[in-house]
């Protein structure tokens, strides 16, 4: 079958997609890079700087404090959140009683618009009659702290808004889970082998793929989290919540596309790295040939 | 001994479950009930449960705002979107998780770098596209530009799913004289439904609660959509507590009705394509 | 059979989004804006059938749906309709506040600004819309009009005028922002404006001030302005800050401003301060948990009958009255881009957009906009109406009368920093300040740094 049929059909499964890539997001990436060399107002024509937007960036304590957060937002969003979202899924495979309805209630949080969402997080927090505090107040009457505002619960608050919100992940590896032939748990069972180690020694190496996908995803959004900051504490108290995408904004109100751009471009460089590692550490290139 | 670990893994299981039904209930249970109370109560007893019924900030907020137009154009532009977005990518992915072919792995970087290009340094090109094509404050703009913003996410999500088609079926299929069309409709589609379900789900809420975009290429109330009613609210109703968490819970209650509903029909779908062979 | 099916509808697919795309050439009409107007034009002229063409524009604006300044804007825009009955007319579209700016910079970009636009960006007008012509020059308009000409400021007249071109219309009214306080909280033995801060201090016991710290943390900045004025030298640094922003706020009378708004913001802040938009400290003001809130005259508007459903605890809007700050000081700023039409519009619709303006600043519409949302006049003689009508709003005569020829007029504090620094950085350092983490040093030398880079090349 591998003759210039097959290519034809390759090609053409693949057109649309194609499309879509050259209409939105080849002139864009394009764009982004060439003008994150230059200074460029978004108006009038840009001026090449060479590097100099890159060295700005570096130089700015904002910018290292972003690159800072974002490392431990990364390994909380691999270990912590995909790891919550992973034991989530081996337990609704079970099929306990009322999985169903976890799965339903767990997806509820991700159907609400963002700004909605942290909204209701602003509130939740709140120093003076959020329900925290008052719940903290109850056995200690004194207790006032404004979780947004104040390091280091800053950090952690906005982490709060999205650490157990891991339902994509979840949905992921109880796809593949399911995908899983019942032949082989049959033969494993018959073998003597425990729920734990059949969870372990099968269903794990069957879903890495689907892991892998769940770390890159959520590593990724980590990168772009824009909306969750920028509706709590905005990138504050000082620059402590400070994330890549509220610097490219705000050098967009400035009028800065040059370092704007920068920013993009940098994002998109760790957005690769991410996509390389996680690849390379779970192998997921090995696709069965046809 | 096997009784203690079955109870410790039952105690375990239904731990996790309760955690993640109240992470996930608990905050939107509290600004339902918070818009009932008074201004005075949300203030001063944030343990209280409202102590009367009153929808009348609902009232207002509701009589203020056309919250039946501005929902369906949110659900219309996310389902059209939605469906010819997962078609697309249906294609795209089947290609990329079975068959080796020139230019493969750059297709799938280029597919992959448009998860990582920022939406707000798209917008410039974007808007200019959509101004060129006379599409500026039409629903059409909004389904074009969310065409695009589930790609990466469902190329993932599919090419994982086709990859756990075993390739036994595929060359049982092939001897068997069957065509690549055919190979991709009646083996690989039916396989991966539940994959295409969650890739669906997810452009669908991504589509549904899209801000950015529906602000800048939008401008009548003709062509509103819900994430951007909410950007209203905010300035109009926070001077009162009840009435903002009013105004919060019918933005949300919509989209967990709609999620709800689709909810039933992702059971069936998965439950009936039998997927677990 | 099936296969052909599926080739064509892929095929389809492609050609579909091809189509959408490749429609660009030949419908790439500049003009689409007047076509959408041309449009609504014909629903409106169906029903009278009249000869006359009659211009429509269609401008966004936040001041609309429930947003606060609709309340006065959307009538005037009614009473321009009725007006023009038949000749112009003006729809506004809501859009959100928060996303005016954004929406007018793309629209710029794109050529494609609506007929009018209130306000822009002082860095991206100066450096954008001026050098590239964005703006219609009103200079000969104004000349050919010397009456409405007569009532703009000389102040805001100078500074819109730049290289004997006018870039945007001036302003006639000027709205000195003083305070609010709570009548019944809190008795001062003079009027504000003639107590030093230090004796308001004195004299105000447990009451608390309505700060926050979100946004431009607006009246808290405005407190700071009031402060940062009775610093020696401060009322200099402010006027000329204003025409050339400044990065350096490590001088003695910024460090002495920023020690005494500390001790504010940690002894006589509301508790909510933290955190809290401009929503919630005109609620801690309207539910009596703050006794004073620094804000402009256009507040009034929360403390008349129709805008009891914001009050809570008590409060009425008798128990508000209105000064200026300590020291008599009140702040204003003439130094502004306010109301301005692009340039390259169509005829009728720039004389559409023309006449709007004009029609907003006749003394009928100048009146009533100052008995909705307070200020002053100085180029325009008062009509007996309006004399009487303003005698009976109690808040607005007190605030007018608090403001006389000693008041020290200066611009606000924020006016002077980097747009970035002014309504973000600011902001966001503030809670630090609040708990002790930064020091007024630190606080000033941070945000001097944040200043230098925005300002940067």
Redesign the interface.
């Known amino acids: 079958m591998r003759n210039r049929k097959t290519k034809l059909w390759i090609y053409l499964f693949l057109l649309p997609a194609i499309i879509i890539f050259l209409v939105f997001f080849l002139v864009p990436i394009i764009t982004i890079f060439i003008t994150s060399f230059t200074k460029w107002d978004g108006f009038n024509s840009p001026i090449f700087v060479g590097f100099k937007n890159f060295i700005n960036l570096f130089g700015k304590a904002e910018f290292l404090i972003s690159l800072k957060n974002l490392l431990y937002w990364s390994l909380i969003a691999a270990f912590l959140h995909v790891g919550y979202g992973a034991i989530v899924a081996f337990i609704l495979y079970r099929k306990p009683f009322g999985w169903r309805f976890t799965r339903s209630v767990f997806m509820i949080p991700n159907v609400i618009a963002v700004a909605a969402w942290a909204m209701i997080y602003r509130f939740f927090f709140n120093n003076d009659f959020g329900f925290l505090n008052n719940l903290i107040r109850i056995f200690n009457p004194e207790f006032n702290i404004p979780w947004f505002y104040n390091s280091p619960y800053a950090f952690w608050a906005v982490t709060l808004t999205w650490l157990f919100y891991s339902v994509f992940v979840t949905l992921v590896i109880l796809t593949d889970l399911m995908a899983i032939p019942d032949e082989i748990h049959e033969a494993a069972r018959i073998d003597g082998a425990s729920a734990l180690r059949i969870t372990f020694k099968i269903d794990l190496p069957m879903i890495k793929n689907a892991i892998g996908t769940g770390i890159i995803l959520s590593i990724t959004s980590r990168i772009a989290m824009f909306e969750a900051i920028a509706l709590t504490t905005r990138g504050g108290p000082g620059d402590d919540t400070m994330n890549i995408p509220l610097i490219l904004v705000s050098s967009i109100t400035d009028m800065k596309y040059g370092v704007a751009n920068a920013a993009s471009v940098i994002m998109i460089i760790l957005g690769i790295l991410t996509l390389i590692i996680v690849e390379l550490i779970f192998k997921m290139r090995k696709v069965e040939k046809f | 001994m096997n009784l203690i670990k079955k109870i410790l893994s039952k105690v375990f299981i239904y731990t996790v479950m309760l955690f993640t039904v109240t992470v996930s209930l608990f905050p939107i249970i509290w600004v339902v009930s918070s818009s009932f109370k008074t201004n005075g109560q949300i203030l001063t007893q944030p343990f209280g449960l409202p102590t009367a019924l009153d929808f009348s900030p609902y009232v207002k907020v509701f009589t203020q705002y056309n919250f039946t137009v501005y929902t369906l154009n949110s659900l219309f532009i996310a389902v059209v979107a939605t469906l010819f977005a997962l078609m697309i990518y249906a294609l795209a992915a089947y290609v990329l998780a079975k068959f080796n072919f020139k230019g493969k792995s750059l297709f799938f970087i280029l597919f992959t770098l448009t998860l990582l290009v920022p939406g707000h340094t798209k917008a410039q090109p974007i808007f200019s596209l959509i101004l060129n094509l006379n599409l500026y404050d039409t629903r059409l703009a909004l389904i074009l530009v969310y065409l695009s913003n589930g790609m990466a996410l469902s190329i993932f999500i599919l090419k994982a799913a086709y990859q756990t088609v075993p390739k036994e079926m595929s060359e049982a299929a092939l001897i068997d004289g069957a065509s690549f069309w055919q190979i991709f409709s009646r083996i690989h589609v039916p396989l991966v439904k539940s994959g295409l379900v969650t890739a669906g789900i997810l452009m669908f809420l991504g589509n549904w609660n899209e801000y950015f975009y529906a602000m800048l290429l939008t401008s009548s109330k003709a062509t509103r959509t819900l994430p951007l009613a909410l950007g209203f609210f905010t300035e109009t109703f926070s001077y009162n507590y009840t009435e903002m968490f009013a105004a919060l819970t019918i933005v949300i209650i919509p989209s967990i009705i709609i999620y709800t509903l689709a909810q039933e029909q992702i059971q069936k779908s998965v439950a009936s394509s039998g997927v677990k062979g | 059979m ?2 052909i099916l ?2 064509a509808l ?1 095929i389809l ?2 050609a579909s ?2 189509i ?2 490749t ?2 050439t030949d ?3 500049p003009t ?1 804006t007047k076509e ?1 107007a041309t449009e609504t034009k014909k629903e409106a002229t169906e029903k009278p059938a009249e000869p006359v063409e009659e211009i429509v524009i269609t401008i ?1 604006h936040y001041k609309s ?3 606060v300044g609709g309340v006065f804007f959307l009538p005037q825009v009614e009473r321009f309709n009725e007006m023009y009955d038949g000749k112009y007319e003006l729809v506004i ?7 005016y700016q ?2 007018i ?2 629209l ?3 050529g ?1 600004l609506p007929a009018l636009i209130e306000g822009a960006d002082k ?2 007008f100066e ?2 819309a001026i ?2 012509d964005m703006y219609y020059d009103l200079s000969t308009w104004l000349d050919e009009n010397p009456e409405l000409k007569a009532r703009t400021l000389v102040d805001s007249l100078g500074y819109n005028t730049i290289d004997g071109k006018v870039v945007a219309f001036p302003l006639t009214v000027v709205r000195p922002i003083g305070l609010f306080y709570n009548n019944e909280l809190f008795t001062p033995s003079k009027p504000i404006g003639e107590l030093s801060m230090d004796e308001l201090l004195a004299e105000f016991g447990d009451n608390k001030f309505a700060f926050m ?2 946004e431009n943390a607006w009246t808290t900045s405005l407190m700071l302005t009031a402060i940062f004025a009775q610093q020696d030298g401060g009322p200099e640094i402010l006027k000329e800050g204003v025409l050339n922003q400044k990065s350096d706020y490590t001088s003695k009378p910024f460090i002495d401003a920023f020690t005494i708004i500390q001790n504010l913001l940690q002894n006589y802040a509301s ?2 301060t ?2 809290a ?1 401009y ?2 400290a ?2 801690s003001f ?2 009596q948990s703050a006794a004073i809130i620094a804000n402009g005259p256009w507040m009034v508007g929360d403390f008349a009958a129709e805008s009891s ?2 009050w ?2 008590g409060f009425t809007g008798e128990m508000a009255t209105g000064g200026v700050y300590p020291g008599n000081i009140a702040i204003a700023n003439t130094f502004s881009y306010n109301w301005w039409i692009p340039s390259g519009l169509p005829e009728g619709e720039t004389e559409a957009a023309l006449a709007f303006l004009a029609f907003m600043n006749t003394p009928e519409e100048l009146e009533a906009y100052m008995l909705a949302e307070g200020g002053t006049a100085p180029n325009l003689t008062p009509s007996d109406e309006y004399v009487t009508a303003l005698s009976e709003k109690r808040l607005l005569s007190e605030l007018s009368l608090a403001v006389n020829s000693d008041t020290i007029i200066i611009p606000m504090i924020l006016d002077i920093m ?3 620094v002014a309504n ?1 950085e600011f ?3 503030l ?2 300040l609040i ?1 002790g ?2 020091t007024p040093e630190e606080f000033a030398t ?1 945000l001097s ?1 944040k200043a230098v ?2 300002l ?2």
């Open positions: 099936k296969k599926t080739v892929i697919l492609c989004i091809l959408g795309c429609e660009t419908n790439s009409d689409q959408k966004p749906g429930q947003n579209e809501e859009i959100p506040q928060d996303s954004t929406k910079q793309q710029a970009q794109q494609k860095n991206w450096d954008i050098p590239n710290t979100v508790s909510n933290v955190g938009a929503a919630d005109a609620n309207m539910s459903d914001k809570s605890n980097p747009g970035s973000e902001g966001k350092l809670p630090k708990d983490s930064v941070i740094d880079a925005a940067a090349e």
